[in-house]
């Protein structure tokens, strides 16, 4: 029998064993789509809300998008890791996300509900990730997936906190 630590790789592989680093390059890159969408989304509110909830979700927002930013870096550095570009295009990042903009401007609370929901689908998307990871022999990925997820679960839960009645 011969041991997983002397199995050389397919010379498709990276040389790390990863199996199957375009389908977890794609899934990072819609992670990814979703990361920098809800910056840019999460950046938006920080910017415009108002009434009284302003000066929590002002604070929480902001932690959230510095955050969000450093993310963003993280996964296109993964991608790249792995052998395959990062979107160059900020379409390509609107056509991969899952997060979508509201139609009219929101209220405060609106903007509580609107990003706890988008957090809870990047999340899933996470836990999806994770699972291709560790099917395709991708701690590094698995790991930064989980770690992805546990801000995104926080995020659901503080969130949520906020306009709890």
Same mark, same amino acid.
């Given at each position: 029998?011969?041991? =997983?630590?002397?199995? /050389? $790789? #397919?010379? *498709?592989? =990276?040389?790390?064993?990863?199996k199957? @680093? +375009?389908?977890?390059? &794609? ?6 789509? #979703?990361t ?7 950046h938006?509110? @920080?910017? *415009?809300v108002?009434g =009284? ?8 927002? &902001?932690e959230?998008y ?14 790249? +890791?792995?052998?395959?570009?990062a =979107?160059?295009k900020?379409?390509?990042? /609107? ?5 979508? #903009?509201?139609?009219?401007t $929101?209220s405060?609370? &609106? ?12 999340a ?11 099917? *395709? ?8 997936a989980?770690?992805?997820s546990?801000?995104? &679960? ?5 969130? *949520? +906190?906020?306009?709890?009645?």
């Amino acid at each position: 029998m011969t041991s =997983p630590l002397n199995v /050389v $790789p #397919d010379t *498709n592989e =990276p040389k790390t064993g990863v199996k199957k @680093h +375009a389908a977890v390059a &794609e899934g990072l890159t819609d992670v990814l789509s #979703d990361t920098y969408r809800l910056m840019f989304k999460t950046h938006a509110y @920080h910017w *415009n809300v108002e009434g =009284p909830l302003f000066y929590s979700l002002h604070k929480l927002t &902001e932690e959230q998008y510095e955050n969000l930013f450093q993310a963003a870096d993280d996964l296109a550095e993964r991608i790249r +890791a792995l052998g395959h570009m990062a =979107p160059l295009k900020l379409d390509d990042i /609107v056509k991969a996300s899952t997060v979508k #903009d509201l139609d009219k401007t $929101p209220s405060a609370k &609106e903007m509580v509900t609107d990003l706890a929901a988008d957090h809870e689908r990047i999340a899933h998307r996470l836990h999806a990730l994770a699972e291709l990871a560790a099917e *395709n022999r991708d701690v590094v990925t698995d790991d930064l997936a989980t770690a992805r997820s546990a801000f995104h &679960e926080q995020a659901v839960w503080m969130l *949520n +906190a906020i306009v709890a009645d």
